[in-house]
């Protein structure tokens, strides 16, 4: 169905699982939405249209694509914004190139990645994928903050219906692993912008012999904005690293890193290639000139490593023997070889440490074994959360989901919040000297001697998103009356400037009594002492946190974070929905792929559209989009009511089959409702239809799996065949279209 001009909600277009699934959902949103006179549009934020869009010039024009990414960020800065945003891949290197080697093999003639840029043509192709790599679309959408919880049948569901929690014993070797110095919090520089302050900054390099090399030109501060600026040694990482390894094999426990390669895509995949290099020391040390001469970057983790190195027997010898002596190391699939180590997408920390805490402090090593683990997190900002909560169920034992309270979120992330660690203010120190950010007034604001490898970075948080999140937690406190925590740190340099703008309003408010200010760990342990009584807590936080904790909570209390409710409050008065996690996606493709099944759960998205619409009934007084919110929101505890979610095995319902019960709740709520006679009339007869050829429908469902499924691609599928792998029952689409 193409789009209409003027589309009523905005539907994203993404990657792998999520947009599997609105091959097969969306018709029906579409088909339903437009009994009502609303229109669902489309824009395409996936990796492979980001891509597309990027390289105008090298393309046909039947291969051209528009910018929806750019689009859509005007949009939501308007208040006609009323977007539903589904997970989107955020490309690390190794993914970016796959998507191009895809999409090149596809006929689009696009330049290849370079590592090394050197020509001016080269490093032109570097700054357009460097726009499109890692977290580049959240940033983009993101123009208000974060209201996450979870919705009151989700959570109802889980606590009637617990899913499995692994045991917790008091003498777990499981411990996380940081810095004790010379990390991103211990050199962490801020200070707010004043006014005369204000205007175009510099961000330099001197080096030692006094001469200034520019690394971005005219980055604007306005005043108010919280700017800070850090780094973290190479030289003090790398020997911590080294530790960790001999520590972990001291211990006898497993060897994990987690990190955000994805997010902080600059600093991340440099502290992963640390990893590599440190894991693999005795075969750089020796080989160094042959593996760089092979093209090996150990940024790209041990399996382009391996895949560069397979010819060489001498090396692969020496990995070997490497590996021999090494602590076991957690996999992400013991089945398939692939460690920790292998890609820096693949071990994403927000959702690779609440599985292990989850587990009962378990992972899985080489051997396909369970067994305890060293959570290795180099820098000491949040690692702290992780190892309270090691220790809370050390002590407590695991958490009970069947009376167990939530802990909501509200979240700085407007207008780039604390975006740290990724482009395009992170750099990698080329020499000994300094990096300073200088002020439009001449001034130099931060200042770090570094050495060369050291990773150093700045970002900003500005006034009115600040603002705008304290009133946010202001309004979910008043409306929700639980515990409200500011998780800040009044020993960092960030967190003490926050803590600044904080104080005085809640002062002013009148409601200092109804909130605590409290470091993270601190925090952490008060929050699961109120949850684990039955009780509800609010943590209010900054960007990268936000994204910790809204993955932390909801895997404990219900067995993901993909089925929280996730609203953005846009800060010119629209709307962003956002459907939950995607980091089990690929697991989920490829499922789909060999068997023709398909485990992602759309309860992220029902909960989304219920909200959507009701958004739009809102807004904009359409009567008709209320009903239809209610009705969505009926069929979402439909689903829980009935047990009508995916299972994760083959020949049992997948994906697709609870597609079919939403719709047939959907019209069945719709049919019944009394507020809009010509929407109860027209889907009285739909109700019917569906519950009566229930029986030819899950047959036909069912009589798809079991067999490999063709999408005639990855990053970008052929929509012909992605539409028939997840519409394969012809009487269902024959009573939807």
Known sequence: MSDKPNPDVLYTIVDEAPELASASLLPIIRSFAGAAGLNFGTKDISLAARIISAFPDSLTEEQRQSNDLAELGNLVKTPDANVIKLPNISASVPQLVAAITELQSQGYALPDFPEEPSTEAEKAARASYNAVMGSAVNPVLREGNSDRRSAKAVKNYAQNNPHSMGAWVSDSKTKVSSMSGNDFYANEKSATITAAQAGDAKIEFV??????????????????????????????????????IEDTKADGTMFSLHLKATMMKVSDPIIFGHAVKAWLAPVFAKFGAEMDALGV??????????DRVSGNADIMAAIDAVNADRPSIYMVDSDKGITNLHVPSDVIIDASIPAIIRAGGKGWNELGNKGDTNCVIPDRCYATVYDEAINFFKANGALDVTTAGSVANVGLMAQKAEEYGSHPTTFEAAADGAIRIVLANGDVLHSHDVEAGDIWRACTAKKAPIENWIALALDRQRLTGSEAIFWLDADRAHDAQLIAYVTPALAAAGVADKFQIMAPRDATAQSLKTITAGN???????????DYLTDLFPILELGTSAKMLSIVKLMNGGGLFETGAGGSAPKHVQQLVEENHLRWDSMGEFCALGESLNFLADSKGNAKAGVLGVAAEAATQGILDNNKSPSRKVGEPDNRDSHYWFARYWAEALAAQSDDADLAAHFAPIAADLAAKEQAITSELAAAQGKPADLGGYYNTDPAKTAIVMRPSATLNAIID
């Open 207 to 244: 080096a030692k012999d006094g001469s200034v090399t520019a690394l971005k030109d005219a980055w604007p501060l306005e005043a108010g904005t919280i700017a800070d600026a850090s780094f973290i040694s190479a030289k003090a990482l790398g020997s911590f690293l080294s530790a960790a």
């Open 536 to 546: 509800d807590s609010i943590a209010i936080s900054g960007n990268v946190l936000r």
């Open 297 to 306: 970057n150990a940024n790209s983790g041990m399996g382009d490593l391996l």
